[in-house]
C-alpha cells in the first residue's frame, strides 16, 4: 500500500528544515556580498544536509557540480556529500522491509546482513544473499514523499535567493527539472525499467556491466539485484596509464553511447554510481536519475559540434534555438561558444590528448567562471530544462578524466559515435527500447 502524503509530515520536514535553510540563505548572501571566508558554515552546511539526508542532500549534490554557482567554500564542503549519509538502524530496516516484502521477508534470503553495505541520498544498500546469489538490497527511507514535497519547496527558497544575488543565470527551468527528476527517483519500479533499457543497451557489451533484477524481492520502494565486485574509481588513480585509459573509455561509452544512439543518459556520474574492476569494466549501479531526450535534442548537439568544428553561426543558432535557448543575439552565441568550445574542445582534434589541458583542480571552472562573467554583462540566460543534466553528466564525466589523466584520441572515439548518425534511426532505436521495457517518454 502506497505511503500517504501527510501534510503533518511536510510541516514536521519544514519545521527540521526551516532554521537550515535561512542559514543557508543568509551564509549565501554574506559570502557573496561581504566576500567573508565562511569554511565553519560551509563546514557546518554540510553536518545539517547530511544528517538529514533526503532529497535537500540530492539536491546539495546536484549544486556542487555546477561550476561558479556557489561560493567556493560551499563548494568543497558539498562535495563531500556523496554517499556518506549516517545509516538506520537494524530495527528501523526490520520494520521496512516487512512492510515491502510481508512479515516473513527474511525467508526470502539465505543471509541478510545487518549493517548497511552502503547509504545514499533516498536510501541505504543492504548485502545478502538469495537463492545462491549474492545480492544488494537497496531500500527507501520512509515518507519519503512528503519529504520530497518539502525540501523541492526548499529549493524553491534556495533558488530565489540566489536569484537575488546573482542574476545571470536564470534556474526556473532548472529547479522544474531537478524536481521533477527527484520525485521520479522515488519510485523504484521506474527505476527497475531504467535498468532494463540499459541492459538492452549493453547487452552485448562486456566492458559495461548493468545488474541484473531480482524482480520476486523488488517493490516500488525496494530494490534487489545482483552484487557486481568492483572497486571505486579513485583506487585506480596510481593505475598503469594503460588501465586508466581503459577506464576512461569505457567510461566515455558507459555515459555517450546511449545518449548517440538511444537519446537516453545516465544523469548522475557521481563517485557513487559506479565502480570498476581490475580490467577496467565499468560497473553502473544506479539508475533513480536517467534522463530521456528527444531526437532533435541529441541531433542539436551533433549540430553544434559541426557549428564550432566549421565556424558556422548559422548552425550553431539553430543548435541553440532546437535545444529551447530563447532570444538568441550574437553576443549570447558568444558567450554560451564559450562553454560549448571548452565542452567540445577534445572532440575537434584528431590526436592523443588529455580531456582538459588546463592545469585547474576543478574540471570545467575557469571557462565557466569566464561565461558566468559575460551572462552578467548581457542580462542573463534562462537555460533550458534539459541542459541540467546533460551538464551535468558532462562536468561528471570530465571530473573523472580529470583523476584518471588519462591521454585519449577523443576525437576518434567520438566519432565512432556520430558518424552516420540519423535522427530518424535514434528514434526508432528509442521507441524500440521504450516500448520494451513499457515506459512512457514523459520527458
Known amino acids: 500500500m502506497d505511503e500517504v ?41 554540510r553536518e545539517i544536509l547530511g544528517g538529514l539526508k533526503g532529497p535537500i542532500m540530492k539536491i546539495a549534490q546536484l549544486l556542487s ?12 564542503e558539498l562535495t563531500k556529500l556523496q554517499s556518506n549519509a549516517p545509516p538506520m538502524g537494524w530495527n528501523f530496516v526490520k520494520r521496512r522491509m516487512k512492510n515491502e516484502l510481508g512479515f516473513n521477508w527474511l525467508d526470502s534470503f539465505e543471509s541478510f546482513e545487518k549493517q548497511p553495505f552502503a547509504a545514499a541520498s533516498l ?10 546469489n549474492q545480492v544488494v538490497c537497496k531500500l527507501q527511507y ?11 519547496n526548499q529549493l524553491k527558497l534556495i533558488f530565489s535567493v540566489y536569484k537575488k544575488i546573482d542574476k545571470s543565470i536564470d534556474t526556473t527551468e532548472i529547479q522544474k527539472e531537478i524536481g521533477e527528476r527527484i520525485r521520479e527517483e522515488l519510485d523504484y519500479y521506474q527505476e527497475q525499467k531504467h535498468m532494463k533499457i540499459f541492459q538492452m ?8 556491466v548493468i545488474p541484473k533484477i531480482f524482480e520476486e524481492i523488488s517493490t516500488k520502494r525496494l530494490i534487489s539485484m545482483n552484487y557486481l565486485d568492483g572497486q571505486k574509481l579513485l583506487m585506480f588513480k596510481d593505475s598503469s596509464h ?77 543548435a541553440y534555438e532546437s535545444w529551447g535557448f530563447e532570444n538568441i543575439t550574437k553576443e549570447l552565441i558568444n558567450i554560451l561558444n564559450i562553454w560549448a568550445k571548452f565542452l567540445y574542445s577534445p572532440l575537434l582534434e584528431d590526436k592523443v590528448r588529455k580531456m582538459q589541458e588546463t592545469n585547474s583542480s576543478t574540471y570545467g571552472a575557469e571557462a565557466a567562471s569566464k561565461v558566468h562573467k559575460e551572462l552578467k554583462k548581457i542580462g542573463g540566460v534562462k537555460p533550458p530544462r534539459e541542459f ?20 585519449v584520441n577523443w576525437y ?32
Open 388 to 407: 541540467v543534466f546533460m551538464d551535468r553528466a558532462a562536468i561528471g564525466l570530465g571530473s573523472v578524466f580529470l583523476h584518471l589523466d588519462a591521454e
Open 242 to 318: 594503460s588501465l586508466r585509459k581503459t577506464i576512461a573509455l569505457n567510461m566515455f561509452k558507459a555515459w555517450y553511447f546511449p545518449f548517440y544512439k538511444y537519446g537516453v543518459i545516465h544523469g548522475d556520474p557521481h563517485l557513487g554510481n559506479y565502480s570498476s574492476d581490475k580490467k577496467g569494466n565499468i560497473n553502473l549501479l544506479d539508475f533513480g536519475c536517467i534522463r530521456i531526450f528527444k531526437p532533435s535534442f541529441v541531433n542539436g548537439v551533433i549540430d553544434l559540434y559541426e557549428a564550432i568544428k566549421n565556424n558556422n553561426q548559422e548552425l550553431a543558432v539553430h
Open 201 to 208: 543497451i549493453f547487452e552485448n557489451s562486456k566492458e559495461i
Open 5 to 45: 502524503n501527510k501534510l503533518s509530515k511536510r510541516v514536521l520536514r519544514y519545521a527540521n528544515l526551516g532554521t537550515s535553510a535561512g542559514s543557508i540563505a543568509f551564509k549565501l548572501f554574506e559570502t557573496k556580498f561581504l566576500k567573508k571566508e565562511h569554511q565553519k558554515n560551509a563546514q557546518d552546511l
Open 65 to 76: 557540480t555546477v561550476p561558479d554557482l556557489l561560493p567556493d567554500e560551499y563548494m568543497k
Open 142 to 152: 520512509p515518507d519519503m514523499n512528503s519529504i520530497v514535497d518539502a525540501d523541492i
Open 412 to 443: 576518434r572515439i567520438f566519432h565512432e559515435l556520430i558518424d552516420g548518425f540519423k535522427m530518424k534511426d535514434l528514434k526508432s532505436r528509442q521507441e524500440t527500447a521504450l516500448k520494451k521495457v513499457k515506459l512512457e517518454n514523459n520527458h
Open 123 to 132: 536510501g541505504q544498500v543492504h548485502r545478502a544473499e538469495h537463492s545462491g
